[in-house]
């Protein structure tokens, strides 16, 4: 598996690495065939542009100028169509090449001419284990790539995701052993606290419930306050009376301030007695049922760990031997038709057979039938020009001869004209 991974990692990165390498070189292509374009236009507008001042100089100048346009124009027509003619035969043979080593094996419903190239050493060195036909045909589909690959010849996810054939995992499952006879859940220092609290909750709380259900005061204050209030009133001593009736303030104050607040922490204080008598008998019982269980868990530790170990260790590897089959299951089944589908491969060699078949091998294929035609017309208005240029040279001449011979006509007549008129008055 390790080593179809590294094979298709190369690959890929030979083929970024191509397209990294060869993305600049098409774009200096487009930019330079631009400007290719653009200077053949200008090269023809020039050529059109000397011919059309050939006629203009024709309707108001002397045939030497237009004769000197039509050379002119003659001149740049021979630089300009030789260099149209390479530009001509470089994109010919562009268009050419693309269309018979390119776009006719992207349109070769077999793909043969594809295969064979995957098949050479430079690409894949080796015979591909499923036709391009069936695989392109699958990923037309959406179809998953394992199966539209065809790796299940060179990678069979059965046999890779057999856990059981894992050496390294057979080893790491037979090294899991557990070790309970060293356990101690009943330690010496538990022990020791459980006993500690249990003689802690065995102290006995009703000697000192009755000791505090005591009471504060040996008397009432309340009715002896009352009884000297009555005193008072029926003694006669004023001095007496005040001073009575000052202890009988005091005594009340102190029944108000002093006792009634100790008797009301007194019963609290009973209450929460009472309470905590209540909660510590069923903690002590508890204390004991818990010694109980943890010196029988000890001994049953002690007496059956391996037993327990080899349960335990069991029931893990059983546990984890399911979570690998639902692993392997869920790899098979998504691998056979869930992820990894193939349809950008399709896409991708859709997108490319558009871009160099339509846009491009189109454009280049117009741009050099453009080329042609205008050589054609350049070919043909060369010698027109040149022939004009020459009718040119010889029409000045002509003209002026023809100017003496009229002339030469004309006098003639014009001296017997004469000669009559002074032979007339003889």
């Given at each position: 598996m390790e080593a179809s991974n590294s094979e298709l990692v190369k690959q890929l990165e030979f083929a970024r690495h191509l397209v990294d390498y060869t993305t600049p070189y098409i774009i200096v292509f487009e930019h330079v065939r631009w400007l290719v374009a653009i200077g053949a236009v200008l090269c023809i507008l020039l050529i059109w542009l000397l011919l059309l001042g050939a006629l203009f100089c024709r309707c108001g100048s002397s045939g030497d100028?237009?004769?000197?346009?039509?050379?002119?124009?003659?001149?740049?027509?021979?630089?300009?169509?030789?260099?149209?003619w390479a530009v001509f035969l470089v994109t010919l043979i562009l268009s050419s090449h693309t269309e018979m080593l390119i776009c006719r094996p992207l349109h070769d419903s077999n793909y043969s001419t594809m295969q064979a190239i995957l098949e050479t050493r430079i690409f894949l060195g080796k015979k591909l284990s499923i036709p391009l036909k069936d695989l392109f045909e699958k990923c037309r589909e959406n179809e998953p790539a394992y199966p539209a690959f065809g790796l299940g010849n060179t990678m069979k996810l059965e046999q890779l995701t057999a856990y059981w054939t894992w050496s390294g995992f057979t080893r790491i499952i037979l090294k899991i052993k557990v070790q309970l006879k060293t356990l101690r859940i009943f330690t010496p220092y538990l022990q020791q606290q459980l006993h500690n609290l249990l003689y802690a909750c065995g102290l006995n709380l009703t000697e000192h419930r009755i000791a505090i259900q005591e009471r504060i005061v040996n008397k009432?204050?309340?009715?002896?306050?009352?009884?000297?209030?009555?005193?008072?009133?029926?003694?006669?001593?004023?001095?007496?009376?005040?001073?009575?009736?000052?202890?009988?303030?005091?005594?009340?104050?102190?029944?108000?301030?002093?006792?009634?607040?100790?008797?009301?922490?007194?019963?609290?204080?009973?209450?929460?007695?009472?309470?905590?008598?209540?909660?510590?008998?069923?903690?002590?019982?508890?204390?004991?049922?818990?010694?109980?269980?943890?010196k029988?868990?000890?001994?049953?530790?002690?007496?059956?760990?391996?037993?327990?170990?080899?349960?335990?260790t069991k029931l893990y590897t059983d546990r984890l031997a399911n979570y690998l089959d639902q692993w392997r299951f869920h790899v098979l089944s998504e691998m056979g038709n869930g992820v990894a589908k193939c349809r950008p491969l399709w896409d991708v060699m859709e997108g490319i057979k558009l871009l160099l078949c339509s846009h491009f091998?189109?454009?280049?294929?117009?741009?050099?039938?453009?080329?042609?035609?205008?050589?054609?017309?350049?070919?043909?208005s060369?010698?027109?020009?040149?022939?004009?240029?020459?009718?040119?040279?010889?029409?000045?001449?002509?003209?002026?001869?023809?100017?003496?011979?009229?002339?030469?006509?004309?006098?003639?007549?014009?001296?017997?004209?004469?000669?009559?008129?002074?032979?007339?008055?003889?």
């Amino acid at each position: 598996m390790e080593a179809s991974n590294s094979e298709l990692v190369k690959q890929l990165e030979f083929a970024r690495h191509l397209v990294d390498y060869t993305t600049p070189y098409i774009i200096v292509f487009e930019h330079v065939r631009w400007l290719v374009a653009i200077g053949a236009v200008l090269c023809i507008l020039l050529i059109w542009l000397l011919l059309l001042g050939a006629l203009f100089c024709r309707c108001g100048s002397s045939g030497d100028k237009i004769r000197l346009t039509l050379l002119c124009g003659v001149f740049m027509a021979c630089i300009i169509s030789v260099i149209l003619w390479a530009v001509f035969l470089v994109t010919l043979i562009l268009s050419s090449h693309t269309e018979m080593l390119i776009c006719r094996p992207l349109h070769d419903s077999n793909y043969s001419t594809m295969q064979a190239i995957l098949e050479t050493r430079i690409f894949l060195g080796k015979k591909l284990s499923i036709p391009l036909k069936d695989l392109f045909e699958k990923c037309r589909e959406n179809e998953p790539a394992y199966p539209a690959f065809g790796l299940g010849n060179t990678m069979k996810l059965e046999q890779l995701t057999a856990y059981w054939t894992w050496s390294g995992f057979t080893r790491i499952i037979l090294k899991i052993k557990v070790q309970l006879k060293t356990l101690r859940i009943f330690t010496p220092y538990l022990q020791q606290q459980l006993h500690n609290l249990l003689y802690a909750c065995g102290l006995n709380l009703t000697e000192h419930r009755i000791a505090i259900q005591e009471r504060i005061v040996n008397k009432d204050l309340e009715a002896l306050s009352d009884q000297l209030d009555k005193v008072t009133e029926q003694m006669s001593d004023r001095l007496t009376a005040r001073s009575l009736e000052t202890i009988v303030i005091n005594m009340q104050d102190l029944n108000q301030r002093r006792v009634k607040p100790l008797m009301r922490f007194q019963d609290e204080l009973l209450y929460k007695l009472a309470a905590l008598e209540l909660q510590v008998k069923p903690l002590q019982q508890q204390i004991n049922d818990s010694l109980t269980n943890l010196k029988t868990i000890q001994y049953y530790i002690d007496s059956q760990s391996d037993k327990i170990a080899q349960l335990k260790t069991k029931l893990y590897t059983d546990r984890l031997a399911n979570y690998l089959d639902q692993w392997r299951f869920h790899v098979l089944s998504e691998m056979g038709n869930g992820v990894a589908k193939c349809r950008p491969l399709w896409d991708v060699m859709e997108g490319i057979k558009l871009l160099l078949c339509s846009h491009f091998l189109g454009n280049l294929s117009g741009f050099w039938f453009a080329t042609f035609l205008c050589i054609v017309i350049m070919i043909a208005s060369t010698p027109t020009a040149h022939v004009l240029s020459l009718v040119y040279k010889k029409f000045p001449s002509v003209v002026k001869n023809a100017n003496l011979v009229t002339t030469r006509t004309e006098d003639p007549p014009t001296e017997t004209n004469e000669q009559e008129n002074w032979n007339t008055p003889e």
